[in-house]
């Protein structure tokens, strides 16, 4: 077996945090860079593992004129990167009770009426750090196919980039979580054993088990459970 | 990509995995899983919880006398951030049915129950954004017994024996018994199951359970359950509170032994605060961030154990606290991400975990306690591990065999998040294994509740990870999901019923200045300013420069002071 070669001394490069100069692992996240440069990030930090959306962070590179956008836990810096934080972007979240809503493009004309300003540019698609096809569900929205923008929306963490890169203003997250909850609601299709062991259940189908098994002994649980089959 | 030096043993990876393909297709498991004995053997000789300095004798509270997690301990014996002559209780700054601490997936639930079916009013109290939470991270599934040739019973059965028949069996047959409610009620609400062509739900294995139990949302199942939870509190401004980056630093109790509020602090300000509330809840989850052992977390930024500190001054029992959950499969490399989670899923699909020869060394679907140690014993005792360059060590986990056993492009369809974190580093989980290693992941034990979440005092609710008692010394994959969902709408249902009966007395905070005499007559000398809040990432030089302001702290910002002494874990 090779061994791993020690380590060498950690690279470091320069990378701007608001426009100040710091020296950070030339391997760091932007994450681990700001607190590397002795930020305790308080708004700007989450789950840490992609899924939260709290580490939004806008950059742009030497010599290159694009704003880029990327969650700051999965980012790695690059020489001479000039970056923020955007913890939190402003949006409106429609109030609405799911029970009153149709599944089709009517409960996105009454919640959110800004979908239909889009101008179809792709700016949201491109400033998405999750890479998903963020103009093609707001198109989706449009037509009323919620099954659609469910597909297309469902790993979005609601950083909130492309509501704040568009130009047409719209609020693409919560378009994606109305249509999800509105997916899930209405438009599933029914488990039928699902309803039968919610029934069973009710019905008091488990409590004589329940109670042999609550009053066994330590020894004959164990072994009824090392004695269990496995599907 | 993986440096070179790694080539060797993942081209060993490719040649072994024709005949381990072939046993994956049989019906039989890929290697035998252990018996109860094979079992004790490698907990007691490689789990963390069992090295001689991972525990200790808590001097002071309701444990007094009792052995626990080292670093449980040192939080437990700690002072408080206020004292109780500072604050004044007699006109709460904010009044309300039910004070719910933590605004993750207990904490939520517990808040829509008590609205819809209730009636209630409620103040979320959370420390950093609603939803920042180990709920929203949940990546493989949740466990409920819904399939035809599954049952309650037998989820019961599974828990208990995952949990070494040491769980409370009232918490874990509520457990098992709502787990198929919640699922509908969850979908009612909005959430999208993964399902087959018929409208049954998909189900997966995960370790220790012996029917395909494991309900998902794609590898985003914890986020889409967190996100229609929140939408939905967000619907209902009139009756639910949300107050973000306002953590509690303290319980409030009457005069009566009542639990009565808290006291919240704003991260924005650095103001307190104070909560009159008729019952309050406990859902402020885990302590991943006090990386126990020095090991990496999976957990988020928060979890940092507030809720135990503040209801064991308070004089709430714990229970369980004396054993940690590790993650069998963090990330050991790439660096960047290291302890970061694998979903239990990919091996519930089929991945294996290989030694540096590229064999299997156990059964890959053990209990977590057990498959954490057998993976910490084949690099320790067998020296089956890989190197990596930042000094960690891991072991293949075999991805690939995903595709192969169930079509290509499953992998991306089924794991979209786990493909992006490797993706972005060059590595295609679809293509190459990954390399793991355990990472701290849950805190077993927590306040003890009964299954109504009631804890030893009158109006201290407690639900989720912060609770103790349900998963014994170990819990399973994706019962921490339906953890979080079925305490999280009973503590909402039993927090409403107290508290459309309780009359609250004087509010009172004696109870710190009884726990900081019992301190000092226990001879206990620290530093230490618990609830902790936030854990620190700055570099050694950087703390020492910024110690030379701690000792000039106010009161209000001591918070910061436990982070920059120097030595201290927390």
Redesign the interface.
Same mark, same amino acid.
């Given at each position: 077996?090779?061994?791993?070669?020690t380590?060498a001394k950690e690279r470091l490069i320069t990378v701007y945090i608001m426009g100040k100069a710091c020296e950070v692992p030339a391997?760091?996240?932007i994450m681990?860079a700001i607190?590397?440069?002795?930020?305790?990030?308080?708004?700007g930090? #989450?789950?840490?593992? *992609?899924?939260?959306g709290?580490c939004a962070t806008i950059y742009r590179l030497p010599g290159d004129y694009k704003i880029r956008a990327g969650l700051a836990c999965?980012t790695?810096v690059e020489e001479g990167m000039t970056l923020a934080q955007i913890p939190y972007v402003p949006a409106e979240?429609a109030?609405?009770?799911?029970e009153k809503l149709k599944p089709n493009v009517s409960a996105i004309q009454q919640l959110y009426p800004s979908v239909f300003r889009c101008v179809a540019c792709g700016t949201c698609t491109r400033s998405c750090p999750? #890479?998903l096809q963020v103009m093609d569900y707001v198109q989706a929205a449009k037509r009323g196919d919620i099954a659609e923008v469910?597909d297309l929306s469902?790993?979005c963490? !609601?950083c909130g980039m492309c509501m704040l890169r568009c130009p047409a203003e719209i609020t693409q997250p919560l378009v994606g979580?109305?249509a999800?909850?509105?997916?899930?609601?209405y438009l599933?299709?029914?488990?039928?054993?699902?309803?039968a062991?919610?029934k069973a !259940?009710?019905e008091g189908a488990?409590d004589a088990?329940?109670a042999e $098994?609550?009053t066994m002994s330590?020894k004959d649980?164990?072994d009824?459970?090392?004695a269990?089959?496995?599907? | 990509m993986y440096?070179e030096?790694?080539a060797?043993?993942l081209r060993k990876v490719v040649q072994t995995r024709p005949a381990r393909l072939e046993l994956a297709r049989k019906s039989g498991?890929v290697y035998p899983p252990m018996?109860?004995e094979e079992r004790r053997a490698v907990l007691e000789g490689f789990h963390p919880d069992f090295e001689s300095s991972a525990r200790r004798t808590v001097r002071v509270g309701p444990n007094r006398d009792e052995s626990l997690t080292t670093e449980v301990a040192d939080l437990l014996e700690s002072h408080s951030w206020l004292r109780s002559e500072q604050v004044n209780l007699d006109r709460p700054d904010f009044e309300t049915d039910l004070l719910i601490i933590g605004g993750g997936g207990a904490g939520c639930n517990a808040a829509l129950v008590a609205m819809k079916d209730h009636g209630m009013r409620s103040i979320i109290a959370t420390k950093?954004?609603m *939803?920042?939470a180990?709920s929203?991270?949940s990546q493989g599934g949740m466990q409920a017994?819904?399939?035809?040739?599954d049952?309650?019973?037998?989820h019961?059965?599974?828990a208990? #024996?995952g949990g070494h028949?040491e769980n409370k069996?009232?918490l874990v047959?509520a457990l098992t018994?709502?787990g198929?409610?919640v !699922?509908?009620w969850l979908?009612? $609400?909005?959430?999208?199951?993964d399902?087959q062509q018929? #409208?049954?739900?998909k189900t997966m294995?995960g370790g220790g359970t012996?029917?395909?139990r494991m309900l998902s949302?794609?590898d985003?199942t914890?986020?889409?359950i967190m996100?229609?939870l929140m939408?939905?509190v967000?619907?209902h401004?009139d009756m639910i509170d949300v107050k973000e980056?306002m953590p509690a630093v303290e319980l409030i109790m009457d005069t009566k032994g009542h639990c009565a509020g808290a006291v919240l602090y704003s991260?924005d300000s650095e103001e307190f605060f104070t909560v009159k509330a008729k019952a309050t809840l406990i859902a402020t989850g885990g302590y991943g961030r006090l990386h126990i052992r020095g090991f990496d977390t999976?957990n988020?930024?928060g979890a940092t154990g507030d809720g135990l500190v503040m209801a064991y001054r308070a004089g709430a029992k714990l229970m369980y606290m004396d054993s940690v959950q590790y993650h069998p499969t963090g990330v050991s490399f790439p660096?960047?991400?290291a302890g970061?989670?694998v979903t239990e899923a990919i091996r519930g699909a089929g991945g294996q975990p290989l030694n540096?020869d590229g064999e299997l060394f156990v059964y890959p679907r053990e209990p977590r306690d057990i498959e954490a140690a057998a993976i910490i014993r084949e690099c320790a005792q067998n020296?089956g591990g890989?190197?990596?360059?930042? *000094?960690r060590v891991g072991v293949w986990l075999d991805s690939p065999l995903i595709d192969m056993l169930h079509g290509d492009g499953y992998t991306d369809k089924h794991f979209?998040?786990m493909y992006?974190?490797f993706i972005?580093y060059g590595i295609d989980i679809a293509k190459l294994p990954m390399l793991i290693y355990p990472s701290l992941h849950y805190q077993n034990g927590g306040i003890e509740i009964n299954e109504r979440c009631e804890t030893d005092l009158p109006g201290l609710y407690v639900a989720g990870e912060a609770s103790g008692g349900l998963h014994g010394r170990n819990r399973l994959m994706g019962n921490s999901v339906l953890d979080y969902n079925v305490f999280g709408q009973r503590a909402g249902r039993y927090a409403s019923e107290y508290a459309k009966a309780v009359k609250i007395g004087k509010l009172s905070l004696a109870h710190l200045d009884s726990f900081e005499k019992e301190l000092a007559a226990a001879g206990v000398q620290t530093e230490l300013v618990t609830p902790v809040l $936030?854990p620190?990432?700055?570099?050694e030089d950087?703390r020492k420069?910024?110690l030379l302001r701690a000792d000039n702290e106010l009161p209000g910002s001591s918070v910061?002071h436990n982070?920059l002494h120097e030595g201290k874990s927390l």
């Open positions: 077996m090779a061994r791993a070669p380590e391997e760091a996240t681990g607190e590397y440069a002795g930020h305790q990030i308080i708004r930090a #989450g789950c840490r593992e *992609g899924y939260c709290a999965m790695l979240k109030i609405y009770d799911i999750q #890479g469910m469902f790993d963490v !609601v979580i109305l999800k909850r509105l997916y899930g609601r599933r299709k029914d488990s039928p054993e699902l309803a062991r919610v !259940v009710e488990y088990e329940y $098994l609550m330590r649980l164990s009824r459970y090392y269990r089959d496995t599907e | 440096p030096y790694m060797e043993s498991p018996n109860a950093l954004r *939803g920042d180990n929203m991270m017994a819904v399939s035809r040739t049952s309650p019973t037998r019961y059965l599974d208990i #024996g028949f069996p009232e047959r018994e709502d198929p409610g !699922v509908k979908e009612d $609400l909005g959430v999208v199951w399902k018929d #409208g049954s739900l294995h012996s029917r395909k949302c794609r985003y914890g986020a889409m996100r229609t939408d939905e967000r619907n401004p980056f991260l999976t988020h930024y660096e960047q991400i970061f989670l540096k020296g890989i190197p990596t360059p930042s *000094g979209p998040a992006r974190q972005r $936030l620190s990432y700055a570099p950087v420069r910024q910061l982070r």
